[in-house]
Structures are given as structure tokens and as C-alpha cells.
């Protein structure tokens, strides 16, 4: 009998900390685990009995490199609960707000995270001294994106601004007016890129699979819309937890997601959107598509760098076209008078579909608390991935093999500390 | 990569968000600058390339939250001859420290579906309580230019300064409205250290102590007027129970304000 075992203590490149055991035994795989050992954070735990207005700055801390995601499923569910009516314009810049995220979130992936991989470098630091300008190119795109968060929510990393009620305040038009021709810039940049990145070889990889996203009539997905999936579903925020469910696994501080009924993976993120959005693509999003090689349907994990590309161009889209027709929100924030209920929403966070329940009390503080990040849906697929994946390459020697298995995982951009911090400990009564 | 004489930098990663390693990230540019130049020779979430001990300089995000970190920090300290210690989770044990006056295990055992699964300590602790760090930066997330200063200083042999005046002071010398006073908002901003350029007053709210205790904070008198403002004595000591609320005056605020017991004090009674 031929043992050999695949070890990966830490995967690097990824946001949070997660290692992969695989053990081969006569070329079946005995062991497949992505280990999650990033500590829980409690995040649901500690939601109980506080104030409904702390929450956006509360989860926010979930993630550094998504916080715009948490605050907005957050805000709008809780919104709604209320009956807050927002001022008109707060909902153009909440999706300005989220486009700046996706840019730096999607940049920082494919160039510094990613695209390291499939041309054969440690990291950008690596790349940087071979193609000083693709990177110098990538920093100052992700600049943009991080800048635009900071001019609309007072700093790009927890953004203060972002209220329930809408904003405490809004910036000057002539402020995010300036951003018009970086973005202008970022926009003609695009169609190279995504030359590149379609340029770039990948495994091969074929295997169907269920993708989940939201979709809206009107425009690309990012702060409201239905959910629906590539198996025909159609669903509404509100049943979400009827129509997936999560699963506590012993390898892991994060809880995986299997759709009720058939018990089987699904996935969410750039790919699963693109391929459940295309009629709603931008102008110059859509010619980007079919030069990164991508061409839909398209369930392959290996396309999610060629969807954050063409996903990058739609944020870059609308943020011009909603910037230029910028008028701040009047007051800025709404009044908010808190009430009893059930607070549920889900938006698109650039990893996927972020689902978020809050059961409030009549004083506005938090009985209990849910909140289902991508991440944690996407584990169960991963692992599937790799089962699927690994047996067409055991014959490649260790490092390769290993290189190989981490591409799987960072197709997903995993954030491990988002999804750790959602072990669910609810207070029984 | 070649030996060299630069710095050896390392970053690791304890409980957190990833937001300070990501403050790095987006200093990469400034920092290859810095001083000639300096290796980072260890950052998992920024590269494959992961090279043991010794490091010159090593900054480390997030708290002590789970047992095999209890080893690992003791270990990362060993090999550091200079430990920065950075955000708000590495200096005061962070937003997880909420759970410091609550009882974890009883959550876990109550509802977990499988609570033999999950290994965490009781506690989210600063990493100083636990080994020598040279400097603390604060801040949910650090400020870029505060730890570009502070690396740059300590290579060239100095001691970084950090200011320790507050968020309030720094109002007054920018001319933003005082929200507290204009809005009857509560504001951390009289009693927390400057380092965001008051950014939540600037921008119509206020402060939430992202920067943790200044030296030495007027809590006390802070408390009552928020309960004057007509917070509940619950909110009151919420407002300093907050992102670092495990700091010791912050700490010692909540429970004065809440009737001079900790909710774990009264649960145990």
C-alpha cells in the first residue's frame, strides 16, 4: 500500500487562518479536511442586549476587508423592521459605498492574492519585481476603491458613517465628483486585464454544481433583490433559513451550508452572480467577459478570478454613473423609531450572498442574533472541490500538489475570520 | 531570496478581523521605502513564503482567545527581538472581550450542537498580558501613518512617541461641532486617545473609543453625563463596553456606571 499525505499548516493568502489534511492511501484519498482553527469570536453571542443603532459598528469588526457588506445587511434589515423611510439618495449612496468595496475587496484578490498563483509567484512582492507596472497598476485601483470608502464613510477600514437610518453624514458632490477620473482611468485599464487574466492557463476542472445569488430586475445585485440559483430556485430573503441550513463539522470553527431537501453544496460569490446576472451586466463589463475566457453558464471555481474581473468593471460602472448623478441625501440620517419583530436581509457581499436575522425587542436592544457569511457557505463546496479535484492530479510531485489544493480554496477568497466568527451560541429560554 | 542585512519583519494573526494586517497591506509600497528597506520575511495572508525565526521586528493583530495561542505568542516572543503589538484586539483584548463578562461555556454547552467541537478560552485578552511587548499601537483598525512612524523610528535605534491626548482635544483644536453638546449624542471623545483624527465627531456622530483609554480618562464624570443625556445606566456602561472595552478604565467605567458591579458579579451573587 502507497501512503502519502498532502499538508498545507497554513494556507497563506487567504484572510484568516485555516490549514488543509489530505490522505492518499493505494490513490484514494482516505482524508479530506479543511481545517478551520481561526478562534471563534462570538460575534451572535454578544449581539444579545445591545442597542439596535450599534450594530452596523459592531459587525463591521467581523471583517476588515468587507465591513460595508456587514453594516449594509445590518442597516436594511433593520430598516425595514422599522418602516424607516429613508431620505431619497441614501440608497445611490449606499451602492457608491458598496462599489468602492468591491473594487478594493476584488483588486486586492485578483492581483495580490490570486493572480500570484497562477503565474507562479509567492506574492505581489514577487510579481512586483518582475512586473513592477501590473502591480504599481493593481495598488493604485485598490486605492481608489479604498478611497472612495473613506470620502463616503470617514475611513476605508470600519467606516463610521454608515448608520441604520442612512448616514450621519453625506459627503459634497465635489468630493466624490473628483473620483470621476481616477475611476475613468480604472475603467480603461479593464479590457487589458481581463486580457491577461483570460491569458492565464488553468487546470482543468469540470463538475456541476448549484450557484446561489441574488438577482434584481433592474441592475446588477448588491444591496437588495431576491435570491435564486442555477438549479432554477426562487426565493426571498426572509426564507432563507428554510431553504439552507448549516451544519456543525468537528474540523472546524465555522459551520458549513447544505440546501435543505437535497443536502447537497451549493456556492455563492462573483462567479455564481455573473452567471445568474449576465442581462444585467455594464457596458464595458460585458465586453470584458468573453476575453477572460469566461463563457456562461460557467460553474468551474477555477473562472471566480475571471468573474471578480468582469465584476470589478460593473463596480467601476456604477460608481461613475451614480457619482455623476449625485445629490446628497437630505437630511442624511432618517428618524428611526425601534420596534418588536423579526429583522431579516441579505445582500451581496463580494464573496456572496451575506444573510443576516436579528430578533429585536420593543426598547430596540437585540434578543438574538444570526448571520450566515459566504465563506461558511462555500466550505462544504470547497471540500467537495478538492474530493472532486485531486484525484486527476496525484501524479504531480508534492509542492505542485500542494500548490495545486490551495488554488482550489483560493478560488473561493476565502475569508476565514468572517465565517469563524459566526459559531452560533444562541441563549436557550 | 538572498540573506540580507535588512530588518527581518514578521506579522501574524491572532483573534481578529484582518483589518490591521490589511492597514500593512496597504502600506506596502510605503514600507518597502522605509529605511532602505526591510524584509518581510513572514505574512501569511500576504504571501506563500513563510520563513522561520529569528525576526528583528514583529507586529502581531488580534488577541489571546484560544488555548494553543497561549503557547504560540511565547513562542512568536522568543523569536521577536522587538514585539509591536497592534489594534485594538492585540491591546485590549478587542470587540470579542464582550464576552469576558459573560459566560461562555454556558452559551456553548446550552445550545452548541456539538459544544467537545469548540476549543476557546473563556477570555479575549491584549497580548501584554501575556508576554513583554515593546509597543502598543492602537486603534480598530491602527492608523497607517502611527505604524509606519513607529517602525521607521524603532530601526533607526529611537523610541516612537505616541500621543496620548484625546479625540476631544483634537475636536477642539480642528473647530468640529462638539456632537455631545450640539446633538446630545454620547461621545467616548473626552476620554479616548486621539490617533483617527476625530474622525466620528468630523463626521456627525460620536466617538466609540476605537483608540481605547487616553491618560488618564475622566470616565467617571463622563458616565454621568450620559446618563444626564438620558441613557439608560445599561447603555451608559454599554457606550464603554465597547470595541475596547476591556481596557482596564474603560472596564472599570462600565461597571461604575452599571450600579458598581460587573454582569458577571451579578450573576454570580
Known sequence: MTHRSVEVPVIARVEGEGALHIKVEDEKITDLRLEIYEPPRFFEAFLVGRHYSEVPDVVARICGICPVAYQMSAAHGLERLFDVQLPPGTRELRRILYCGEYIESHVLHIFLLAAPDFLGYDDAIQLAADKPDIVKMALEMKRIGNDIMATIGGREIHPVSARVGGFSKAPRPKDLQAF???????????????????????????????????????????????????????????????????????????????????????????????????????????????????SLPEPDPFFSMAARVVETAVAIEEAIRLISAYEPPEPSMAEVTPKAGRAMWVTEAPRGILYHRYDVNEDGTIREAKIVPPTAQNFEHMEADLRQFLPGVLDRPDEELTRLCEMVVRNYDPCISCATHFLRLEIER | ????????????????????????????????????????????????????????????????????????????????????????????????????????????????????????????????????????????????????????????????????????????????????????????????????????????????????????????????????????????????????????????????VGDGKSEKEVASS
Open chain 1, 180 to 294: 470621476l477620473p481616477r475611476l475613468e482611468w480604472a475603467l480603461a485599464q479593464m479590457p487589458a486585464i481581463a486580457d491577461l487574466v483570460g491569458s492565464i492557463p488553468k487546470p482543468p476542472f469540470d463538475r456541476p454544481a448549484e450557484m446561489v445569488s441574488m438577482v434584481h430586475p433592474d441592475e446588477y445585485p448588491l444591496n437588495e433583490g431576491g435570491l435564486a440559483s442555477t438549479e432554477g430556485k426562487s426565493f426571498d430573503s426572509t426564507t432563507f433559513e428554510e431553504v439552507t441550513k448549516e451544519l456543525h463539522v468537528e474540523h472546524s470553527n465555522a459551520l458549513h451550508s447544505l440546501m435543505v431537501g437535497t443536502d447537497t453544496p451549493y456556492f455563492v460569490g462573483p462567479l455564481a452572480r455573473v452567471n445568474l446576472n449576465v442581462d444585467r451586466l455594464t457596458p464595458v463589463a460585458r465586453e470584458c467577459l468573453p476575453r477572460t475566457g469566461l
Open chain 2, 1 to 256: 531570496m538572498s540573506a540580507s542585512a535588512k530588518p527581518r519583519v514578521a506579522v501574524f494573526k491572532f483573534a481578529s478581523c484582518d483589518g490591521c494586517q490589511l492597514q500593512i497591506i496597504d502600506a506596502e509600497e510605503a514600507l518597502l521605502d522605509l529605511a532602505g528597506a526591510i524584509d518581510i520575511v513572514n505574512f501569511a495572508e500576504a504571501s506563500s513564503h513563510m520563513e522561520p525565526g529569528p525576526y528583528d521586528v514583529t507586529l502581531v493583530e488580534g488577541s489571546v482567545s484560544a488555548p494553543e495561542q497561549l503557547e504560540q505568542i511565547k513562542e512568536i516572543r522568543e523569536q521577536s527581538a522587538i514585539l509591536i503589538s497592534i489594534g485594538a484586539c492585540a491591546t485590549s483584548g478587542g470587540i470579542q472581550a464582550l464576552r469576558n463578562v459573560k459566560d461562555v461555556n454556558e452559551f456553548i454547552r446550552s445550545v452548541y450542537a456539538h459544544p467537545e467541537y469548540v476549543k476557546t478560552l473563556e477570555t479575549s485578552t491584549p497580548i501584554a498580558d501575556h508576554v513583554k511587548v515593546d509597543l502598543e499601537l492602537t486603534g480598530c483598525p491602527i492608523d497607517r501613518g502611527q505604524l509606519l512612524d513607529a517602525v521607521a523610528t524603532l530601526l533607526a535605534g529611537g523610541v516612537p512617541k505616541i500621543s496620548t491626548s484625546t479625540v476631544c482635544v483634537e475636536c477642539k483644536l480642528r473647530g468640529t461641532v462638539c456632537v455631545m453638546v450640539a446633538k446630545g449624542e454620547p461621545c467616548l471623545g473626552p476620554v479616548t486617545r486621539t490617533g483617527c483624527g476625530a474622525l466620528c465627531p468630523t463626521w456627525g456622530r460620536g466617538c466609540y473609543g476605537c483608540f481605547g483609554p487616553s491618560q488618564p480618562p475622566n470616565t467617571e464624570a463622563l458616565g454621568r453625563r450620559f446618563v444626564e443625556l438620558g441613557l439608560s445606566k445599561q447603555r451608559a456602561s454599554d457606550t464603554f463596553r465597547f470595541i475596547t472595552g476591556w481596557a482596564p478604565a474603560f472596564r472599570e467605567a462600565a461597571d461604575a
